[in-house]
T-cell receptor, first 116, second 110 residues
Framework: GAVVSQHPSWVICKSGTSVKIECRSL??????MFWYRQFPKQSLMLMAT?????????EQGVEKDKFLINHASLTLSTLTVTSAHPEDSSFYIC????????????FGPGTRLTVL | KQEVTQIPAALSVPEGENLVLNCSFT??????LQWFRQDPGKGLTSLLL?????REQTSGRLNASLDKSSGRSTLYIAASQPGDSATYLC?????????FGSGTKLNVKP
């Protein structure tokens, strides 16, 4: 099946710094990738839809200036958490859909962000 | 707006039992429905994908059904094993988004 990777798998940073998370589709080209946030014991919350070569579409309530998304190539999307604060600590997961009719969604392993 | 509900929120069964997880959604205009498994602190593993035109899909001990008109899907797990212990999530896709349920946490006791 399709493989999606994320890097780093976990990161600890100081309040006020910026953190970049990478999401890569390893064996397929993904024109669309999705970024989710998951709080402990809760389901996934869609943050934004990332389309290659265009601006990301953010969900209501998600600050686009705080969560910068770049989809520069068909295999890479990045999420940058700018000026991170402790309340940004969470599990961030990306996914990508195969470019065919099934639209099956494949997830990366997630990135645990802890802001001190 | 699409809302996805999963019942029960948690389930504990002895090894070997057959079990059913439920997923319901409010808007029947979906493209597909996908069942996932999530282990603690991990990403999601795709289990089964059902297209809107399909009624069910099977993979090994797993069988997922879809009744689009009533807004329901079930995931049937046969002969459960301790290794099946995880959180199971369903997600429905409309034109361009996926909507997730809150999950069912399954514990299979040896």
């Amino acid at each position: 099946g399709a493989v999606v990777s994320q890097h780093p798998s976990w990161v600890i940073c100081k309040s006020g710094t910026s953190v970049k998370i990478e999401c890569r589709s390893l064996d397929f080209q993904a024109t669309t990738m999705f970024w989710y946030r998951q709080f402990p014991k809760q389901s996934l919350m869609l943050m934004a839809t990332s389309n290659e070569g265009s601006k990301a579409t953010y969900e209501q309530g998600v600050e686009k200036d705080k969560f910068l998304i770049n989809h520069a190539s068909l295999t890479l999307s990045t999420l940058t958490v700018t000026s991170a604060h402790p309340e940004d600590s969470s599990f961030y997961i990306c996914s990508a859909t195969l470019p065919r009719a099934t639209n099956e969604q494949f997830f990366g392993p997630g990135t645990r962000l802890t802001v001190l | 707006k699409q809302e996805v509900t999963q019942i029960p929120a948690a389930l504990s069964v002895p090894e070997g039992e057959n079990l059913v997880l439920n997923c319901s959604f409010t808007d029947s205009a979906i493209y597909n429905l996908q069942w996932f498994r999530q282990d603690p602190g991990k990403g999601l593993t795709s289990l089964l994908l059902i297209q809107s035109s399909q009624r069910e899909q099977t993979s090994g001990r797993l069988n997922a059904s879809l009744d689009k008109s009533s807004g329901r899907s079930t995931l049937y797990i046969a002969a459960s094993q301790p290794g099946d212990s995880a959180t199971y999530l369903c997600a429905v896709k409309d034109f361009n988004k996926f909507y997730f349920g809150s999950g069912t946490k399954l514990n299979v006791k040896p």
